[in-house]
């Protein structure tokens, strides 16, 4: 008898990607600056631990809140014996005040149509279990977050179907790519249920224009079908420019409370603006009373604890804090960001322009051998065994161009990263001195064969000569 269903033994789940495999070969061998000082730097992983001084530092001032405490009387019972899955109200009150500050208080988030869940891997899958049935399709633009093709697919049974992005306009998403997606899951049988991106995008680290936003909104329009916007980054946007939400788009476009409004989805998380996805609070937005209400009771299977809320509560509703926060961490990963492309450009190396994310899209399509993904992932081993440093592939973000890998820079002190890039200045340098000893040796022995040939001309023109002289 068999002893595990078919579907937790299908290979659904992804865990055989490049993605999943450089981790384990990361925790075999982790970098320790004084254990393991020649062990694998961990760059694949997109955790944000740059402004945890902050975060500490409020809840020294706020031992109540830490210690589940109001008013100084302990509310510990309280709490432990809460579980109702609509979650504590002045947590989805809070959480939706802080949504708003990330979008520069433009767009109001009604706490109401909020569904909380254990991180946005649960809000992800709920949704697709609200929205589609086993066999429908949902259309994403590539490169995308690797750890989707188990969110969305593996218990849901949902498809997805990629949409064809491309170096040649840094990866945006165009009208023809949508319209080409969406015939070939037509031509695949599949219906389309909706499209789901990721803003900003992981792994580009770049926010969607506004162009492509009325895009999406005018496509998903025109299809009658869903648009799932995953906005987990919105608070990583560093620079001059301001987080562009969809929420914006629907209100630029008069649509907030039309029908299509009510077919835009908005996943969040506090996992990556604040850094904590090991507190497991994630959250739906829906203006849907239909997906909210099958949401919430699909919630029971991931919910978010009380204690968790009543701490966070109580933090997101300290205003002076969150903004204090919000413009502290977009300053700091400004500068580490601008620390890994200065320290890729000293070893030869560029990347997608970016202004968001943990993560640089990083080009490295010159020191492959040949344009294929096969000598990617060469390259890639490379990189994680040789070098020891542990990136992500294009290949397993369903990149379609060889060549690309997500670097994380945010997830590591200031000296680790640049170790991790003169390890990479090193590897390059010898990469390339290689190249061009092989170079040299290629063109001598070509100068070679010429003399060769030209001897053995001279050779048979001379003994054709001595006859006649004779």
Not at 13 to 23: A, I
Not at 52 to 59: K, N, R, S
Not at 89 to 109: Q, S, W, Y
Not at 323 to 342: A, D, F, P, W
Request: glycine share 6%; with cysteine.
């Amino acid at each position: 008898m068999k002893q595990l269903s078919t579907k937790v033994t299908s290979n659904a789940h992804g865990q055989d990607s490049s993605y999943f495999l450089g981790w384990e070969e990361y925790e075999k061998n982790p970098y320790d600056e004084i254990k393991n000082p020649n062990g694998i730097i961990q760059m694949g992983l997109a955790e944000n631990q740059l402004c945890f001084d902050l975060i500490e530092t409020w809840l020294a001032k706020n031992p109540d809140a830490a210690g589940l405490k109001k008013d100084g009387q302990s509310i510990f019972k309280e709490l432990a014996l809460f579980q109702d899955y609509h979650g504590l109200p002045e947590f989805k009150k809070a959480l939706a005040e802080f949504m708003e500050e990330i979008r520069g208080n433009r767009v109001t988030f009604d706490p109401s149509k909020i569904v909380l869940a254990a991180g946005s891997t649960s809000a992800n899958e709920t949704l697709m279990f609200c929205l589609a049935e086993p066999g429908d399709a949902f259309l994403l633009p590539t490169p995308y977050y690797p750890g989707f093709d188990r969110d969305l697919k593996w218990r849901t049974g949902a498809e997805i179907v990629p949409i064809h992005c491309s170096s040649s306009n840094g990866f945006q998403i165009t009208e023809s790519a949508l319209q080409q997606a969406y015939q070939q899951a037509q031509k695949l049988d599949l219906k389309v249920k909706g499209v789901l991106v990721t803003n900003p995008s992981n792994p580009l680290g770049t926010m969607l224009t506004r162009r492509e936003l009325n895009l999406l909104v005018d496509f998903i329009t025109s299809k009658n079908i869903h648009l799932i916007s995953d906005e987990i980054y919105s608070g990583t946007v560093f620079g001059f420019e301001q987080f562009v939400s969809v929420m914006d788009v629907l209100k630029d476009k008069k649509l907030e409370n039309s029908e299509v409004s009510k077919r835009v989805h908005v996943v969040y998380s506090l996992s990556k603006d604040l850094g904590l996805p090991g507190f497991r609070v994630g959250a739906i937005y829906s203006n849907d009373e239909m997906v909210v209400s099958a949401a919430t009771k699909m919630s029971s299977f991931g919910l978010v604890s009380s204690q968790t809320q009543y701490l966070l509560s109580a933090l997101l509703s300290d205003k002076k804090f969150t903004g204090t926060y919000l413009n502290e961490n977009q300053k700091r990963l400004k500068i580490r960001q601008k620390q890994l492309v200065s320290g890729l450009e000293a070893a030869g190396v560029t990347c997608l322009k970016s202004n968001a994310g943990l993560f640089c899209w990083v080009d490295m399509r010159h020191l492959l051998d040949t344009n294929t993904f096969e000598a990617e992932l060469e390259l890639w081993k490379k990189i994680v065994y040789e070098v020891k440093l542990n990136i992500s592939p294009g290949s397993s973000c369903h990149c379609t161009e060889p060549g690309w890998f997500r670097v994380c820079f945010a997830n590591m002190s200031e000296e680790t990263l640049d170790l991790a890039m003169k390890r990479l200045k090193e590897y390059v340098e010898s990469t390339d001195s290689r190249r061009l000893i092989s170079k040299s040796s290629h063109e001598r022995i070509k100068s070679l064969r010429k003399r060769t040939v030209s001897n053995w001309v001279f050779r048979v023109s001379w003994t054709d000569r001595v006859p006649d002289e004779r």
